[in-house]
């Protein structure tokens, strides 16, 4: 059985940290591309961060860059957010999505509160 099992969203004032977790099972892990994604309330859902497979490309939203890093585990099936400094407009529900040519797996989503 194919899961992503998002955790690590929290309430954090601005400026805080916080770092996420996607822990993938019932599949390749290593094979596949994982972004992270986010939709906040009335909004669409933006891509934040992707990494390749092998852990080399990473790509960012302007919107995080230089405040987010995403990175993977392949031994552990695991990719995370490391997200600092973070903002009120960072608030969101964030899910993590595995992609190898046509197949696409997403989790359920961990919530992300920004407030003072």
């Known amino acids: 059985q194919v899961q992503l099992v998002e955790s690590g969203g929290d309430l954090v004032q601005p400026g805080g940290s916080l770092r996420l977790s996607c822990t993938a099972s019932g599949f390749t892990f290593s094979l596949y591309d994982m972004t992270w994604y986010r939709q906040a309330p009335g909004k669409e859902r933006e891509l934040v961060a992707t990494?390749?497979?092998?852990?080399?490309?990473?790509n960012y939203a302007d919107s995080v860059k230089g405040r987010f890093t995403i990175s993977r585990d392949n031994a552990k099936n695991t990719a995370y957010l490391q997200m600092n400094g973070l903002q009120v407009q960072d608030t969101a529900l964030y899910y993590c999505?595995?992609?190898?040519?046509?197949?696409?797996?997403w989790g359920q989503g961990t919530q992300v509160t920004v407030s003072s």
């Open positions: 999505n595995a992609q190898a040519g046509d197949i696409s797996y």
């Open positions: 990494v390749t497979s092998g852990g080399v490309w990473t």
